[in-house]
């Protein structure tokens, strides 16, 4: 069965510090990886990355996947409290149904 | 000018009703998506619905049934409802291969 493991599962950091979320997946012909941001409602989009060694940025944030250890990272930098969230990793495979497989997230805090 | 939307936001109902949460999409996608978010967080894919073609996520009880009108709308019909229905249940819709936008989720109570 398809597995998208995250971690840390929680983590506190105060503002003006770096983070770094992990995701490690297995797939079945893996198509691409996404993450999202969940505050108290929707997931919100923030990268989709199908290549290795691309890295994705937005901001503060940016993101980077290896395809052959099977796993991406999500850095933060200059935390604020506005980046206090769930982050949700996700893998499609490359079946017609384009079904997303979530990860458990990692919830940030962010504290003044 | 919303992209997805849910309703209702909140359901409360007892043990054994029917009910249903409907959703629409005005990006123009071609394929939507239930999801169910427990009360861990956890999100799983329930439903995705493509061109008339529906695939189901072979876990989900047969309770639950996927409507869809056109192409703009997928709609969650859950009958019989149980304690374990209690979840948030998010809509999603994209295009085939690409990015999935997200509802603004049902929060679904069951007493």
């Known amino acids: 069965e398809d597995k998208v493991v995250q971690s840390p599962l929680s983590l506190v950091v105060h503002e003006g510090d770096t983070v770094t979320l992990n995701c490690s997946y297995e797939v079945t012909n893996f198509r691409s990886l996404l993450w999202y941001k969940q505050e108290k409602k929707a997931p919100t989009f923030l990268f989709m990355l199908?290549?290795?060694?691309i890295e994705k940025k937005s901001g503060r944030l940016s993101s980077i996947l290896d395809k052959k250890e099977l796993f991406s990272i999500l850095n933060i930098t200059a935390t604020q409290t506005g980046d206090s969230a769930v982050y949700l990793c996700?893998?499609?495979?490359?079946?017609?149904?384009?079904?997303?497989?979530f990860g458990t997230g990692t919830r940030l805090t962010v504290i003044p | 000018d919303t992209a997805v939307s849910q309703t209702p936001k909140y359901l409360v109902t007892q043990m054994g009703n029917d009910k249903s949460i409907k959703c629409e999409q005005n990006l123009g996608h071609d394929t939507m998506y239930w999801y169910k978010q427990d009360s861990k967080k956890f999100l799983k894919i329930m439903f995705s619905?493509?061109?008339?073609?529906?695939?189901i996520n072979e876990t989900v009880p047969n309770r639950f049934s996927p409507k869809s009108p056109d192409k703009a709308h997928l709609n969650l019909h859950i009958n019989s409802l149980e304690l374990g229905d209690s979840a948030v249940y998010f809509c999603?819709?994209?295009?085939?291969?690409?990015?999935?936008?997200f509802g603004p989720g049902t929060r679904l109570t069951v007493l």
């Open positions: 999603a819709s994209s295009q085939v291969g690409n990015t999935q936008y």
């Open positions: 996700a893998v499609s495979d490359q079946t017609g149904a384009n079904n997303l497989f």
């Open positions: 619905y493509n061109n008339k073609e529906l695939i």
């Open positions: 199908t290549s290795s060694g």
